[in-house]
């Protein structure tokens, strides 16, 4: 059953730490999304990958947010500095044509 | 740029009534056209989806048809059940192929809950 897995699950940190969240992408997938999602703003891109080459990271405060891909297995999202307004639900999906896979997003808590 | 209005929610329904939830969106060009859903503590899962004007995407009951005259996407169910309780949300990527899936832009989300 071919799913897309994040990790943590859950992470709770004091503002100031550094944070990295991890995503495997469905093997084979060739884009790799990260979201953010607020009761705010809803669901917001960050940042998308196309064959590990970023496409867009427009949606990501450049000063403390990078999202990379060391390898086709393997997405990651940092942030250094964390703040608590960065507290949110952060998704990562990949998708070959069409449809978006999600996986269950790790929900951050910055104190 | 691109965007997605959907009703406000929360919507509450009795168990087999109709279900309506309302999406418009603006764009350029031709975009596709998505229903994604979130059930509580996971990830989305797309619905349905329509690629091109007059088409009628449908899954599980629900549909929803491409409207490009009225830039529409309601999406419909005849008779919700308990399990349909969830949140929804209405989405479309640009036009374009560009040799895989394009960005996706969401509306805010209606959540659903259907009583017994």
């Known amino acids: 059953d071919a799913r897309v897995t994040q990790t943590p699950r859950h992470k709770v940190t004091e503002m100031g730490q550094e944070v990295t969240m991890r995503c495997q992408p469905i093997?084979?997938?060739?884009?790799v999304f990260w979201y953010r999602q607020t009761m705010m703003q809803g669901l917001e891109l960050l940042a998308y990958f196309r064959n590990r080459a970023p496409l867009d990271d427009s949606g990501m405060p450049k000063d403390r947010f990078s999202a990379e891909m060391p390898d086709a297995t393997l997405a990651t999202l940092k942030i250094q500095p964390s703040e608590p307004r960065d507290s949110a639900v952060y998704f990562c999906a990949s998708a070959l044509t069409g449809e978006l896979f999600f996986g269950e997003g790790s929900r951050l808590t910055v104190l | 740029g691109n965007s997605v209005t959907q009703m406000e929610g929360p919507v509450t329904l009795s168990e087999e009534a109709f279900l309506t939830i309302n999406c418009t969106y603006t764009a350029t060009g031709y975009p596709s056209l998505f229903w994604y859903v979130q059930y509580p503590g996971e990830g989305l899962q797309l619905l349905l989806k329509?690629?091109?004007?007059?088409d009628k995407g449908s899954n599980k009951g629900f549909e929803a048809t491409y409207r490009k005259e009225t830039t529409s996407f309601h999406l419909e169910k005849g008779s919700v059940q308990v399990s349909d309780s969830a949140v929804y949300f209405c989405a479309l990527s640009g036009s374009g192929f560009q040799g895989g899936s394009e960005k996706l832009v969401f509306g805010k989300g209606t959540k659903l809950t259907v009583n017994p």
């Open positions: 329509a690629t091109k004007a007059d």
């Open positions: 093997l084979g997938h060739n884009t």
